[in-house]
């Protein structure tokens, strides 16, 4: 029950309906506030306990000064968790865990259950083994099946063993898609109550709800296990950016240039930690589904979300995906009686201010390693003649025409090449050089949820397909829709066939590509890459384009939209101006342009119109958690605890409440600490977390092969993320990662000072050694330390390794709490200074004194960081929040939960 000190509550009937609802006009300078947050105030409204929130923390929202830095502490209570099965899994095997230490500390173990209503997705694990064929979907999910049968036993045991936890499995779509199409409510009705949606979700593109209006972000797995056991997410009251939307895209353009737009305009302003708004004119003339690829966006931009208010196109969008009646007039209702429907001409007060007018977007895509380097489209050719440069090797010779003219119009000279020739499985050769396409895949949340940008690549299809062109026989190209309603309206519209024949496929439900679940190159490709050191290219509709993350053999990522992922597979290679050099010839021999296939704007709304209906959203998710016969037919477990298996090599327990006691142990200084890895800029959660394919010959393929798994059998350390023996394995091991310390390397190896000279290791290896010797370790690093995704095992690996803390210039948000999670001090170098102007190598000795403050109830602003070398700094303590140094003290979130569950 709410204190309900600003006498707020009150009735809201819509129809036959009645609801308690918090009134936010009752809170003095409520009105003035941002969207995002009056969503924050009636949060403190609603669950105002006079402890953890008070009144003084409602009226400091109310009184909130756009221009202060953020310094007031609040207790968000989210209304619900949302997870994927790569996250989600260590939660639930944590949850089990638990429970297990409950009742080893005389606690019940049910009172380790939800609290709050948690749904996860299974979309992580398909890969797009098989593709090109008719039977590539079928061939997928049986493999997919095949090497996670263990982990969908233990979620299945999990939604029966759990109240309030259910499970959308396999096959179903991804779980941003399913979130707005179906698991979101924009408007939450729970015990009589009704008040806005909100959540934290285990994958950091939570934020494409945004563009339903519902706020919510992504966490890792650690915060999300809190809130799913009824902690509040401790946070500062946020600076919030407004970003004015004027006019209309031109024709020609996508969502998907606009919100490379976008990301490239926020990355340069600076919105880490900050909630982005969009407002003003243009916010009614964009549609849903380019709000939620903007709001998808939003971990790319840096901020913690990005957020529509709610209108008519809210509304609309409910009633096309199936919602009942009754709840899209609660959410018209609702929305007006608080404030929070869309006034286009309101001005509200906001931290910092930006403005785009949608009429200056044009055709872009961006990489080749970061979603915030956007190219013009017209400037791809050139800017991958510069960007190749940094992919080969330096005494390679800048050579002439790559391709022979019958497959690809010439080439500049000055640009690196070595053409390669392969011969494919029929007996045919062709040539493959530098900026070969790869890869060319329909994937991600992003864009598979938007059916403006998937209509316009079917019909990019038709129209080339009409042309006489094809895919160059080099590419694998793949489709993954993010819900099977996609493949319902391009089969209404009868546009499948078209992108069965340029080799677009079905593949799976999933996240596929985008994650790294490209699955193999032909082995044909794979070699000739790999043989000849080839800079080889990926063209996807993702999110995310980081190095190493796509394919272990290709080593330049590009993001675009779905119509250029086609155009891209037709073409074949980065050194095709697509603006302007010919995609290839018709049947005619004559040459056939970019501008010959590309759909008019009328032609992609005709079809999205005709096509698409509130049935295929009523017939996709009828029965959603039910599950095909193949997940039905799972044998589980039955009990409140988990049965684990010794023999497993997908699902263990993990030791982080081993020989836990209910008292907390005081916080030390660390001395004598070594360096286990003095990393660059930008070093993102894929560089750290373990992610992708297991390699043989790493320490976690060895420990895969020791316990009798076939080479075949290793799967992705996604897949195995509830086996902390491989991830520990796989921390720190990112083929791209470049650990100064061994200079020359490339991947998870470091020195090893426990032995003379310091020979290069496997930096698994070498933390073994260094925990034998009892000597704890640190992590140097420079701006943008952890960016990226939401990866609890970024933090949950980092942690198991021996790492005590870690110095950087800047941290993305997520991963500075979640190392705090686990027990990780991070620190930040002082203003000005880096790891090189205080002239640190790696090899010293570190001290860190001043800690202990922590044990006296604060939190040191700094800490006095010496080295045996004579260098010494004051390190800038960034443990942000009263609640951040709780968690520390604990030795970890999970720790101080399950200590606060047994005391209740």
């Known amino acids: 029950m709410s204190a309900n000190s600003f006498d707020a509550r009150s009735t809201l009937r819509v129809g036959d309906e009645s609801y308690e609802i918090f009134k936010l006009d009752k809170v003095e300078g409520s009105a003035r506030l941002p969207y995002s947050l009056k969503v924050l105030l009636e949060n403190l409204l609603r669950t105002e306990d006079g402890a953890n929130i008070t009144a003084d923390h409602i009226r400091a929202i109310g009184g909130w000064d756009s221009q202060a830095q953020p310094s007031q502490e609040i207790q968000f ?21 638990m429970r297990e230490a409950v009742k080893e500390l005389g606690g019940d173990p049910a009172k380790i259950n939800p609290l709050a209503p948690a749904e996860l997705v299974i979309d992580h694990s398909v890969i797009a083994d098989k593709f090109g ?9 049986e493999l997919e ?14 939604q029966t063993a759990f109240d309030e936890f259910k499970v959308v499995p396999p096959g179903t779509g991804i779980v941003h898609q399913v979130n707005i199409e179906h698991l979101a409510r924009t408007v939450m009705v ?9 959540l934290v979700g285990t994958d950091s593109h939570t934020t494409m709800v945004n563009g339903l209006g519902v706020l919510g972000w992504g966490v890792g797995g650690i915060e999300a296990e809190a809130a799913m056991l009824g902690q509040p997410v401790s946070m500062l009251i946020p600076r919030v950016v407004g970003f004015k939307l004027t006019g209309e895209l031109p024709a020609g353009t996508t969502a998907t240039d606009l919100v490379l737009t976008i ?41 913690t979300a990005a957020i529509f208010p709610i209108d008519d196109e809210t509304l609309k969008y409910l009633r096309l995906t199936g919602r009942d009646a009754q709840q899209v007039a609660l959410v018209e209702a609702y929305a007006k009686e608080q404030g929070l429907w869309l006034d286009p001409a309101a001005e509200p007060d906001f931290s910092e201010k930006l403005e785009l007018d949608l009429s200056t977007v044009v055709p872009s895509i961006a990489g080749p390693k970061r979603p915030q380097d956007r190219i013009v489209l017209a400037n791809a050719k050139a800017q991958f003649a510069q960007d190749v440069r940094n992919y080969v090797s330096d005494d390679e010779e800048a050579g002439k025409e790559s391709f022979p003219a019958s497959d ?15 011969t494919a499985p029929d007996g045919s050769t062709y040539e493959i050089d530098h900026g070969a396409v790869t890869v060319a895949a329909i994937t991600s949340c992003t864009n598979t949820s938007n059916p403006y940008v998937m209509v316009a690549a079917a019909l990019v299809a038709k129209k080339a397909v009409e042309k006489g062109l094809n895919r160059k026989p080099w590419v694998k190209t793949t489709l993954a829709p993010g819900s099977k309603v996609v493949t319902d309206y391009f089969d209404k519209a009868g546009l499948t066939p078209y992108l069965d024949k340029v080799g677009f496929n079905l593949v799976g439900y999933g996240c596929t590509t985008c994650i790294g679940n490209s699955g193999p190159l032909p082995e044909e490709v794979s070699k000739a890459v790999n043989e000849n050191d080839l800079a080889v290219t990926s063209v996807l509709s993702g999110n995310r384009n980081f190095e190493g993350r796509i394919n272990p053999d290709v080593k330049m990522n590009y993001l675009a939209s779905p119509p250029l992922v086609v155009a891209y597979a037709i073409a074949g290679s980065m050194k095709v101006d697509i603006t302007k050099d010919a995609l290839g010839g018709d049947q005619d021999g004559k040459p056939v342009y ?21 049935d295929m959203f009523n017939k996709s998710y009828q029965d959603v958690f039910a599950g095909d016969a193949q997940w039905q037919a799972l044998p589980i477990p039955t009990g409140n605890t988990f049965e684990w298996d010794a023999e497993s090599t997908y699902v263990r327990k993990p030791p982080y409440f081993d020989g836990m006691t209910m008292e907390t142990t005081p916080v030390e200084d660390i001395t004598g600490a070594r360096v286990l890895a003095k990393l660059g800029d930008s070093v993102t959660t894929d560089h750290i977390s373990p992610a992708g394919a297991i390699k043989a010959d790493t320490p976690a393929g060895k420990y895969l092969t020791e316990h009798g798994i076939e080479r075949r059998d290793f799967n992705s350390y996604g897949s195995r993320r509830g086996n902390h023996e491989v991830m520990i394995r796989g921390t720190f091991a990112n083929i791209r990662l470049r650990n100064q310390i061994a200079p020359g390397t490339e991947g998870g190896f470091t020195r090893d000072f426990t032995q003379a000279d310091g020979p290069v290791s496997f930096i698994y290896d070498a933390s073994q050694n260094y925990q034998a010797a009892g000597t704890p370790l640190a992590i140097l690093a420079g701006k943008e330390y952890g960016s990226g995704s939401s990866r609890d095992w970024a933090a949950k690996g980092t ?65 006095k960081v010496t080295t045996d070398t004579g260098v010494e700094f004051d390190g800038v303590v960034r443990i942000d929040t009263p609640g951040e140094a709780d968690y520390y003290r604990n030795g970890g979130i999970l720790q101080y939960v399950l200590r606060s569950l047994i005391r209740k």
């Not at 064929?133 to 999910?141: D, G, R, W």
């Not at 000005?832 to 044990?855: D, H, Y």
């Open 133 to 141: 064929t008719n039977e590539a979907f079928a061939q997928n999910v």
């Open 190 to 198: 729970r015990n009589g109550q009704a008040y806005p949606d909100t």
């Open 594 to 614: 970019l501008a010959d296939i590309w759909p008019t704007e009328a032609e992609v709304n005709d079809v999205v119109a005709n096509a698409i209906g509130e």
């Open 799 to 863: 942690a198991l390794l021996g790492v005590k803390a870690v110095i950087a210039e800047s941290y993305e948000r997520i991963h500075r709490s979640n190392l705090i999670g686990m027990g990780v001090l991070p620190l930040q170098f002082p203003e000005g200074q880096t790891a090189e102007t205080l002239g640190l190598t790696g090899e010293e000795t570190f001290s860190f004194t001043g800690v202990t403050e922590l044990n006296n109830g604060t939190t040191p602003r700094t800490v």
């Open 77 to 97: 209570t989210p209304a619900r968790v949302i997870m994927q099965d790569f996250t989600g899994v260590p939660c639930v095997v944590d949850l089990a865990t």
């Open 263 to 303: 990301t490239e305009m926020l990355r340069k302003h600076g919105v880490v930690g900050k909630f982005v708004e969009f407002y003003g004119e243009g916010v009614a003339a964009t549609s849903l589904a380019n709000r939620a690829t903007i709001g998808n966006m939003s971990p790319e931009f840096g901020s």
């Open 408 to 422: 690809s119009p010439a080439t500049s000279n000055g640009v690196p090449s070595k053409p390669t020739t392969v």
């Open 145 to 158: 099946y095949g090497r996670n049968k263990e982990r969908y036993q233990f979620l299945r045991w999990g």
